[in-house]
Every structure is written in structure tokens, then in C-alpha cells.
């Protein structure tokens, strides 16, 4: 084996333990956060509609919703996520529902496992018992860059990144959510974009621009 070798093997082992620390971390800062999304949930209970405008101001279900979407959204009542201290990767997602006219579901669950990659695996996931002349939407057409998944469809199909999205970022930041402070956030990221584009271009066009000569 080369030294070349050696020292690769050394960093993919550095990386590994980089990586449990790093679990670690973050199952601890969950432990810290639980009793806190307790308190946050009991609050939410008493706001009509705070976790279907949580999920619609976000880009994981908030982008072109369809009809059942919508309803079952403006339907739901309590949106929860279990983990597992002894297992860092296991998720559960938890939503309940009022009485609507899309599905007969009062709860719907998806069980999963997550890693560093945004991969895992599907534990269990639920069966929407859909009302008659309703049933699950066509798939709809999307961008390399958009969430395959609509709302009710995901609780049923073997989409990990969505699942990840919504217990690493959009729970854990659902006041911000409901707020829409997420979207003022990445408005304020394009406009100083764009300005600093303006500014690039300004100033190429004064460097471009033939400079007088001057009289002698």
C-alpha cells in the first residue's frame, strides 16, 4: 500500500468519526429541543390553521398544491415528529386531521430512517382511505429542483428527502415557517444578489469604457 493509500484511509476514517460526533451533536441538541416542541405544540393546538400554513409557506408542499392537498392542509389539526434517542436516524411523522371531504383518516404516519446523504429507508408508511370520487392525484410535472412529492401522496410513496426536509429544517423552525420569516429570508439572499450583480456589471462597463487621451 501506498503512502497515498495510508493517508486516505486515515481521512475516510477522520470523516467517520467527524460524522458520529456529528450525530451526536445533534441527537443531544434534539434531547435539549423536545420539551420545548412539547410547549410549541400545545400552543399550536390553540391557532387555527397553524401547520397547514406552516407546511404552505414552505417550498416541500407549498409549491402548486393540489385540491386534496389544499383541503387537507386547511384540515389538519396537529403535525408531530418522534425520534428515537437510542436509534439517532429513526422518524415518525404524525398528522392529524378534523373531518373532511377527501379522506376518511383522522391520523396519517410515515415511519423512516435518515442519513448523512439524505438517503434511508421506509419503516411504514400509512394507506389513505380516500372518500368516494376522490382519490390520489396524477403525478404531476416538475423541476429537477422541486420536491417530487404532494402532500398526501408522500405519506404513501418511498420519498426519504422530503421526510428529511421536514424533520431537519421545517419542524424544527415552525414559528419562522408560520411567519413566513423563511421566505423573507431567502428574498433578502436574491435581492443582495442581485445588486451585487448590478454593481459587477457597472463597474465591467467602466472598465471597458476607451479611456480619453489627454492634450498636450
Known amino acids: ?14 470523516e467517520d468519526e467527524t460524522m458520529k460526533v456529528s450525530e451526536a451533536v445533534q441527537a443531544y441538541q434534539r434531547k435539549l429541543m423536545i420539551p420545548l416542541w412539547d410547549k410549541r405544540r400545545e400552543l399550536a393546538k390553540k391557532i387555527p390553521g397553524f401547520w397547514g400554513q406552516v407546511l404552505s409557506n414552505s417550498s416541500v408542499f407549498g409549491d402548486n398544491p ?5 383541503e ?11 425520534f428515537d434517542e437510542k436509534n439517532p436516524r429513526y422518524r415518525k411523522v404524525v398528522a ?17 430512517a ?10 411504514s408508511k400509512s394507506t389513505i382511505e380516500y372518500k368516494e370520487k376522490k382519490g390520489p ?10 420536491f417530487s412529492s404532494t402532500f398526501l401522496d408522500w405519506f404513501t410513496n418511498d420519498d426519504i428527502m422530503t421526510g428529511f426536509s421536514l424533520s431537519e429544517e421545517i419542524f424544527p423552525s415552525a414559528i419562522e415557517y408560520y ?14 444578489i442581485e445588486l451585487g450583480s448590478e454593481e459587477s456589471e457597472e463597474e465591467e462597463e467602466q472598465a471597458e469604457r476607451p479611456k480619453k487621451k489627454s492634450r498636450k
Open 1 to 14: 500500500m501506498s503512502a497515498e493509500d495510508i493517508i486516505n484511509d486515515e481521512f475516510m476514517a477522520l
Open 66 to 70: 393540489d385540491d386534496n392537498d389544499i
Open 72 to 82: 387537507a392542509m386547511e384540515n389538519l389539526t396537529d403535525f408531530h415528529i418522534e
Open 96 to 112: 392529524e386531521f378534523k373531518d373532511n371531504d377527501v379522506f376518511n383518516n383522522r391520523t396519517l404516519t410515515k415511519e423512516f
Open 114 to 123: 435518515v442519513d448523512s446523504d439524505d438517503e434511508g429507508n421506509i419503516i
Open 137 to 146: 392525484t396524477k403525478k404531476r410535472k416538475i423541476d429537477e429542483d422541486e
Open 179 to 192: 411567519r413566513g420569516a423563511m421566505d423573507d429570508d431567502d428574498d433578502e439572499d436574491e435581492d443582495e
